[in-house]
């Protein structure tokens, strides 16, 4: 409703007669102002498009109250005026299912409880959907709850399911309002924020997703929200709706279109991921990714500090890619994505998505028969099966990773699958193979003057030797791996290697310095964000405490290692940890082996 009709409204409700209101705007407003001047009123004024629409029909005087809600932030209307703005954000799950019970009565929803979740899921606790829902169950008591919401199953048709006809009762209508006044670079940028996968966007990726410079995204973006179609949820980071994803979608450009956009933000993630992985080890072989599609600005990480806080905030965007550029049968990129959030999902432990991640890959590489991105992916699939105790498994992908690298005459690849096999059979206790395959690992690595991977290996020996009682050999070992990684600067293996002389040390009964080495490599694994070497770093520290009689720091110690095993879903040292806990008051535990891998 424009301003002019909706303050003729307000002189009629406030008992004008047609007669006696003015012609012009500014004096039909003055007379509504000396109206209300001395009454005590509330005025709601709903659904104001901006500023300018709300102004004219503003009381003068301070005796009246005016509620104003809108889309747009109306950021002009605190400025000028003073208003207090009151953020609404969408229902939690409480409050949904309180709506519709009491729209519909607890017994109906109680009736069909799974129905219920189903719907609540679908409207995702927009309150204009949850009514139109609610209206259509109570306008048809005798439908199941399950059948409104089989009609919302299907995307493509989910805001047809919620339109009930009516201009003021339909999602798809109350959003076309606010798109109809985004000029055109707005709504096309909000047409391709529609398409981009993941629970989230940053700035840098939605420029590379529009192909926009940085200043027109920025702006774009403070556009959309301040007529709130997306939500700056952290500094710097946007979310839609699922229900305006869904309206911003039907706005989408062509195939074509949508293509080179999509393909634009997968390099963004996967070139900067790239990036990113290789400040999380550089030591670790590099792949030569495609040159970025035009258009694409991929993130410049300073250090391996900014490769953290960037996977920290982006990894769940990097998984969904995947997955899209799976479905769109870019396969090279599939594959490519995992090397890029390889270290990053192993060094917090994300177990199950370095699983997934490592799946995929391998089903891209089996198709465009690469053997170099086949081995790498069963490499990857051998490790997190060795992780998670499932050893048939990690040896069958671990030996099909080095008989691939063998075929492609690939010594540096052959070395890590001779490497990861190793420590797949000490996971399995046998310490006899594992020393054979690290002996191989170390004449390749020594063959291609890699001596940051020989001091690796090295500790890798020096281990497998502890596991099998042979301390004074595996000392030897460590040693020689610690002197040739600190001159290398290779700080993962330093704390794999430092956890190793701590295990020697406390099974000859050289507690303090086991305790010692296990608080170096303690302090350097936190700094370095490895999770999983922490998990396995603190379990090792818990015995030494123990050993000493400091139950309480040995407690501390056990109880940080399960919370990180748990979250990893390693079941098994979960349990272990637990039972350690549990003895803690009666006896010492039983010694165990916790061998860390880079």
Same mark, same amino acid.
């Given at each position: ?89 969408? %229902? ?59 009609? =919302?199953? @299907? ?91 869904? %309206?911003?979608? @039907?706005?989408?450009?062509? #195939?074509? +279109? ?7 933000? +997968?390099? %963004?993630?996967?070139?900067?991921? %790239? ?50 550029? *799976?479905?769109?049968? /870019? ?32 089903? &891209? ?20 099966? &060795? ?10 992908? =671990? ?23 190793? /420590? ?14 690290? *002996? ?11 001596? *940051? /991977? ?21 000392? #030897? ?20 290697? =430092? ?28 700094? =370095? ?5 922490? $998990? #396995? ?25 399960? @919370? ?7 079941? $098994? ?26």
């Amino acid at each position: 409703m424009p301003s002019a009709e909706a303050v003729r409204g307000l002189l009629d409700a406030l008992g004008v007669a047609p007669a006696g209101v003015p012609t012009a705007l500014d004096a039909q407003v003055a007379l509504y102002r000396s109206l209300v001047s001395d009454k005590r009123m509330l005025i709601l004024l709903d659904n104001a498009r901006d500023t300018e629409h709300v102004t004219p029909l503003l009381p003068g005087g301070s005796t009246c109250t005016v509620v104003v809600t809108s889309r747009d932030r109306l950021t002009g209307l605190i400025a000028a005026h003073g208003a207090r703005p009151v953020p609404l954000d969408v %229902f939690d799950d409480a409050d949904a299912r309180e709506l519709l019970a009491h729209r519909l009565s607890r017994q109906r929803l109680a009736a069909e409880p799974e129905a219920v979740d189903e719907l609540l899921a679908y409207c995702a606790g927009l309150p204009l959907a949850l009514a139109v829902v609610a209206a259509r169950a109570a306008l048809h008591p005798d439908i199941p709850v399950a059948a409104l919401a089989a009609e =919302l199953r @299907d995307a493509a048709g989910r805001l047809g399911a919620l339109d009930t006809g009516g201009p003021t009762a339909s999602v798809r209508a109350a959003l076309s309002w606010t798109h109809d006044a985004l000029t055109s670079e707005q709504a096309e940028v909000f047409a391709l924020l529609g398409l981009a996968p993941g629970p989230d966007i940053s700035l840098p990726a939605t420029a590379s997703l529009t192909a926009l410079p940085d200043h027109r995204t920025r702006s774009a973006l403070l556009a959309l929200e301040r007529v709130s179609l997306v939500q700056q949820h952290v500094p710097g980071r946007y979310r839609m709706h699922d229900l305006v994803k869904l %309206f911003a979608t @039907d706005h989408a450009l062509t #195939e074509r +279109a949508r293509d080179t956009a999509l393909r634009r933000l +997968a390099d %963004f993630y996967l070139h900067t991921g %790239f990036a990113g992985g290789q400040l999380l080890d550089p030591h670790r072989q590099p792949i030569q990714p495609d040159l970025p599609a035009p258009g694409c600005r991929p993130r410049t990480l300073s250090d391996r500090a900014a490769a953290i806080r960037w996977f920290d905030a982006e990894h769940r965007n990097l998984l969904a890619t995947q997955r899209l550029a *799976a479905e769109r049968t /870019w396969r090279r990129q599939v594959w490519q994505m995992a090397w890029a959030l390889n270290d990053f999902l192993w060094h917090q432990g994300h177990s199950r998505d370095f699983l997934a991640v490592w799946s995929a890959a391998l089903a &891209a590489a089996d198709h465009l028969a690469d053997p170099v991105a086949q081995s790498l992916a069963h490499r990857g699939l051998g490790r997190v099966h &060795a992780l998670l105790g499932q050893h048939d498994q990690a040896q069958d992908h =671990l030996h099909r990773a080095l008989a691939l690298a063998q075929h492609a005459n690939d010594p540096h690849s052959q070395g890590h699958a001779h490497r990861y096999l190793a /420590w797949a059979c000490d996971q399995r206790g046998d310490y006899g193979q594992a020393l054979r395959h690290e *002996a191989a690992a170390l004449r390749l690595f020594q063959t291609l003057d890699l001596p *940051a /991977w020989e001091g690796d290996v090295l500790n890798m020996m020096g281990w497998s030797a502890a596991l099998g009682g042979e301390h004074d050999r595996a000392r #030897e070992h460590c040693e020689a791996a610690l002197a040739l990684l600190e001159h290398h600067h290779f700080p993962l293996a330093v704390v794999a290697t =430092l956890d190793s002389l701590g295990y020697i040390a406390r099974h000859t009964g050289q507690h303090a310095d086991a305790l010692d080495y296990y608080q170096q490599a303690h302090t350097q694994c936190r700094d =370095l964000g490895h999770t999983v070497f922490e $998990a #396995e770093i603190l379990d090792g520290l818990g015995h030494s405490h123990l050993a000493l009689d400091q139950r309480e720091h040995a407690r501390a110690a056990w109880r940080q290692a399960l @919370d990180l095993y748990q979250a990893q879903h390693r079941a $098994a040292d979960a349990d272990r940890v637990h039972q350690q806990l549990t003895a803690l008051n009666t006896s010492q535990p039983a010694e165990q082996a916790h061998p860390v891998t880079t």
